[in-house]
């Protein structure tokens, strides 16, 4: 739907008018035969129609394009008054800033941020209201530090709220316990089943080694052996050369 044509000040262009809702348009497009529309007006006919509402010329959502920059700009140049006109604001803004300007109006309608508060009040109103709202928070005045609304004033019992936040506390201490313990035992499980892996890797060298050392040592008395062959065989030729 498009700006209500009564909040503009002076004559409007006929051809800033939507072709559908007759309102000065909002968020434009255009069709190839050029009448324009506000792009949620259009898109809506065009669910049950194929055609312009104004020619009856087919169109398609993919035919349409933005508005003509001269009649964008014309339409930006326009002065219109600010929705919360009836509530007092006297602003007349272009429309290209009336929405900047609503956004921050005084005179806008706002919920209240209290919890549990359902009133609308005036952004300008909005910090008196704060002041005196039945679902407003705020400190305990005896002192326990708890948080309390208004409304709860007289059925605020200072030690009966410290016993459930204590309790409260003690549960979320003992879960907290409970989770460090899993955890640690977590851990130890994990690092005795990385120890148990390495001793069995190690044990496996050590035997490798042991295998090793003593295939070396058969090698080392069979060498020993040779050398004594060898030597017996030196002396006997030794003697057989005396005798020569």
């Not at 497009?29 to 010329?57: K, M, Y």
């Not at 890797?201 to 050392?213: F, G, R």
Request: glycine share 4%; aromatic share 4%; charged share 30%.
């Amino acid at each position: 739907m498009g700006y209500d044509i009564e909040r503009f000040v002076g004559y409007v262009n006929e051809g800033l008018l939507c072709s559908i809702c007759r309102d000065v348009l909002e968020d434009p497009l255009q069709a190839p035969c050029e009448h324009a529309f506000c792009t949620a007006c259009i898109h809506g006919w065009l669910v049950h129609h194929s055609n312009c509402p104004e020619d009856r010329q087919m169109i398609d959502v993919s035919l349409l394009r933005p508005l003509y920059r001269y009649m964008k700009n014309d339409l930006n140049r326009l002065q219109l008054h600010c929705k919360n006109r009836e509530y007092g604001c006297e602003m007349i803004c272009s429309l290209e800033s009336i929405d900047r300007h609503e956004r921050e109006c005084e005179y806008s309608q706002i919920p209240c941020s209290n919890t549990g508060c359902t009133v609308q009040i005036e952004r300008r109103n909005l910090d008196g209201h704060l002041a005196v709202c039945e679902y407003r928070s705020r400190e305990c005045p005896n002192g326990c530090g708890y948080t309390i609304l208004s409304a709860e004033d007289m059925q605020h019992n200072c030690v009966a709220e410290l016993r459930t936040e204590l309790e409260l506390l003690r549960s979320e201490m003992i879960c907290r316990v409970e989770e460090a313990k899993h955890e640690m035992e977590s851990r130890l499980d994990s690092q005795r089943r990385h120890m148990v892996q390495k001793e069995s890797i190690l044990q496996n060298e050590i035997e490798e080694l042991k295998s090793q050392m003593s295939r070396m040592m058969s090698d080392v008395r069979s060498l020993m052996a040779a050398e004594r062959q060898h030597r017996q065989e030196l002396e006997q030729a030794e003697l057989e050369k005396r005798e020569l």
